[in-house]
Protein backbone atom coordinates (compact mmCIF):
# COMPACT_ATOMS: atom_id res chain seq x y z
CA UNK A 1 0.00 0.00 0.00
CA UNK A 2 1.29 3.43 -0.90
CA UNK A 3 1.59 5.52 1.75
CA UNK A 4 2.61 9.54 1.61
CA UNK A 5 3.00 10.90 5.32
CA UNK A 6 3.64 15.00 5.12
CA UNK A 7 4.84 16.70 7.99
CA UNK A 8 6.56 19.99 8.87
CA UNK A 9 4.14 22.50 8.62
CA UNK A 10 2.47 25.12 11.15
CA UNK A 11 2.57 28.30 11.51
CA UNK A 12 5.52 30.89 11.06
CA UNK A 13 5.89 34.77 10.29
CA UNK A 14 6.06 36.34 7.32
CA UNK A 15 9.50 36.35 5.93
CA UNK A 16 9.65 32.86 7.66
CA UNK A 17 10.97 29.74 6.72
CA UNK A 18 9.68 26.11 6.77
CA UNK A 19 10.82 22.73 6.03
CA UNK A 20 8.14 20.56 4.81
CA UNK A 21 9.34 16.03 4.47
CA UNK A 22 6.87 13.97 2.85
CA UNK A 23 7.94 10.51 4.68
CA UNK A 24 6.86 7.15 1.85
CA UNK A 25 6.52 3.47 1.88
CA UNK A 26 4.80 1.00 -0.25
CA UNK A 27 6.48 1.74 -3.48
CA UNK A 28 10.28 2.07 -4.85
CA UNK A 29 10.75 5.44 -4.29
CA UNK A 30 13.55 6.31 -6.26
CA UNK A 31 11.35 5.79 -9.30
CA UNK A 32 8.61 8.03 -9.21
CA UNK A 33 8.56 11.91 -10.53
CA UNK A 34 7.14 13.55 -6.72
CA UNK A 35 5.65 17.12 -6.68
CA UNK A 36 4.23 19.42 -3.79
CA UNK A 37 0.64 20.66 -4.37
CA UNK A 38 -1.05 23.46 -2.51
CA UNK A 39 -4.60 24.23 -1.30
CA UNK A 40 -5.77 27.39 0.01
CA UNK A 41 -8.93 28.00 1.82
CA UNK A 42 -11.71 28.25 -0.36
CA UNK A 43 -9.73 27.96 -3.51
CA UNK A 44 -8.60 25.26 -5.84
CA UNK A 45 -5.57 22.93 -6.36
CA UNK A 46 -2.34 24.54 -7.03
CA UNK A 47 0.79 23.08 -8.25
CA UNK A 48 3.88 23.89 -6.42
CA UNK A 49 6.67 22.02 -7.56
CA UNK A 50 8.19 18.64 -9.05
CA UNK A 51 11.02 16.92 -8.67
CA UNK A 52 12.32 13.47 -11.28
CA UNK A 53 13.27 10.42 -9.96
CA UNK A 54 16.48 11.15 -9.23
CA UNK A 55 16.37 14.51 -8.11
CA UNK A 56 18.25 15.96 -10.98
CA UNK A 57 15.26 17.50 -13.00
CA UNK A 58 13.35 20.22 -10.77
CA UNK A 59 10.22 22.61 -11.95
CA UNK A 60 8.33 25.08 -9.79
CA UNK A 61 4.97 27.54 -10.00
CA UNK A 62 6.67 31.18 -10.80
CA UNK A 63 5.15 32.39 -7.43
CA UNK A 64 7.54 30.45 -5.34
CA UNK A 65 10.65 30.22 -7.80
CA UNK A 66 13.74 31.80 -5.66
CA UNK A 67 12.20 31.08 -2.41
CA UNK A 68 11.08 27.49 -2.33
CA UNK A 69 13.45 24.73 -3.03
CA UNK A 70 11.74 20.80 -4.01
CA UNK A 71 13.75 17.84 -2.95
CA UNK A 72 14.64 14.27 -2.09
CA UNK A 73 16.47 11.55 -0.77
CA UNK A 74 16.32 8.46 -2.30
CA UNK A 75 17.78 6.27 0.22
CA UNK A 76 15.34 7.78 3.31
CA UNK A 77 12.54 7.55 0.92
CA UNK A 78 11.54 11.07 1.74
CA UNK A 79 10.58 14.12 -0.10
CA UNK A 80 11.11 17.79 1.00
CA UNK A 81 10.14 21.05 0.17
CA UNK A 82 12.32 24.21 1.88
CA UNK A 83 10.41 27.09 1.91
CA UNK A 84 11.54 30.56 2.43
CA UNK A 85 10.79 34.12 2.59
CA UNK A 86 7.19 32.72 3.16
CA UNK A 87 4.24 35.14 3.14
CA UNK A 88 0.55 35.13 3.38
CA UNK A 89 -0.17 33.83 0.56
CA UNK A 90 2.10 30.83 0.75
CA UNK A 91 -1.04 29.93 3.56
CA UNK A 92 -2.27 26.47 2.57
CA UNK A 93 -2.64 22.68 2.95
CA UNK A 94 0.33 21.38 1.38
CA UNK A 95 0.17 17.93 -0.23
CA UNK A 96 3.09 15.30 -1.63
CA UNK A 97 1.86 13.71 -4.46
CA UNK A 98 2.95 10.50 -6.39
CA UNK A 99 3.26 9.70 -10.04
CA UNK A 100 1.31 7.10 -11.42
CA UNK A 101 3.85 5.06 -12.76
CA UNK A 102 7.66 4.71 -12.82
CA UNK A 103 9.93 6.79 -15.06
CA UNK A 104 8.43 9.79 -17.01
CA UNK A 105 5.07 11.21 -16.06
CA UNK A 106 2.68 13.75 -18.21
CA UNK A 107 -0.30 15.55 -17.07
CA UNK A 108 -2.70 13.95 -14.27
CA UNK A 109 -0.68 11.04 -14.58
CA UNK A 110 1.87 12.69 -12.32
CA UNK A 111 -0.59 13.36 -9.53
CA UNK A 112 -2.38 10.19 -8.59
CA UNK A 113 -1.51 9.33 -4.81
CA UNK A 114 -1.85 11.96 -2.43
CA UNK A 115 -0.70 12.38 1.17
CA UNK A 116 -3.42 13.89 4.09
CA UNK A 117 -1.80 17.17 3.94
CA UNK A 118 0.13 19.59 6.07
CA UNK A 119 -1.23 22.96 6.73
CA UNK A 120 1.03 26.10 6.47
CA UNK A 121 0.00 29.25 8.17
CA UNK A 122 1.75 32.30 7.29
CA UNK A 123 1.03 34.98 9.65
CA UNK A 124 2.06 38.30 11.82
Known amino acids: EVQLAESGGGLVQPGGSLRLSCTTS????????MSWIRQARGKGLEWVSS????????MSTNSVQGRFTISRDNAKKTLYLQMNSLNAEDTAVYYC?????????????????WGQGTQVTVSS
Open 97 to 113: VKAGAPGYCSGYGCFVS
Open 51 to 58: IDSGGGVT
Open 26 to 33: GFTFSSYH
